[in-house]
Structure formats: C-alpha cells, structure tokens
C-alpha cells in the first residue's frame, strides 16, 4: 500500500492508503505501485487516479509537484476536486470563456493565463465525465 498525503494552499485536502496513484507529469503519464523507486515530478493538469479497495477514484487535479519515498506519496497542488465536487455547468463556462480569450487574441488577452484555464475546464469537465 501506498500512503497519500494531497495538500492544497487551503491544508490537507486527502490522506490515506490506496493501492495505486496515476497521473501526469510533465515527462508523460505514469501509475506509481508500491516499492517504486524514488521520485520527485513536476505535475501537469490532469486527472489523477487514486486506487483504492480495488476500485479508481477520479480527480481534477491543477497541476502541482509530487514526492515518492518508501511507500509514502505527497502531491502538492494549487487546486484539486472530486468528481463529485465539480460544478459541470461552471466548468462548461470557464471553458466557454478560455476560449473566447483564445479566439479574441488582442494586445490586451493574457494568453498563457487562458490557456491555463481552458485546460483546467478541459480536465474538470474530463473528470466529470462530460
């Protein structure tokens, strides 16, 4: 087993024991089983998958770093929801938005703050399963 430990800028958002953890890094996907070898990795927005009584648990994940040493995980991160957590309308919105910067592309659009934020709409409405 391994043990997980997920902290947010609000404190700890989940701890506990799961079999496996899958998410992506910013070198590519990668499921971590018990014994792995060290790690540290930088995360990507993604859908991270914790493994836990034989079944997976989904989450919208915003990005963040994670640790592994001896069966202990810790993943820090900006933001992170359960499926159930999401508001899929507001989710669909965001994205509406995002795009909406995207396609206006003017001298005044932050273009790698939309960017940011149509792929968390993206992963968000993924997670939920829209």
């Known amino acids: 087993m391994i ?7 609000l404190g700890l958002y ?3 024991e799961v079999e496996a953890v899958h998410l992506r890094t910013v070198e590519g ?17 993604c859908k991270c998958s914790l493994k836990e009584k034989g079944d997976y648990h989904d ?12 069966n202990e995980m810790r993943i820090l991160t900006d933001a992170i ?3 159930e957590e999401i ?10 938005r995002a795009e ?15 960017e940011v934020a149509l ?4 992963n968000r409405i993924k997670v939920y399963g829209g």
């Open 3 to 9: 043990k997980v430990k997920i902290i947010t800028p």
């Open 14 to 16: 989940k701890e506990g």
């Open 29 to 45: 996907d990668i499921t971590i089983l018990p014994n792995h070898i060290p790690l540290v990795a930088m995360l990507e927005t």
């Open 59 to 70: 989450y919208a994940m915003a990005g963040g770093m994670m640790q592994f040493k001896d």
């Open 81 to 83: 929801e359960g499926r």
């Open 87 to 96: 508001d899929i309308e507001r989710a669909k919105r965001a994205k509406e």
């Open 100 to 114: 909406a910067r995207l396609a206006k592309r003017d001298n005044r659009t932050n273009i790698k703050r939309a």
């Open 119 to 122: 792929a968390k709409a993206i």
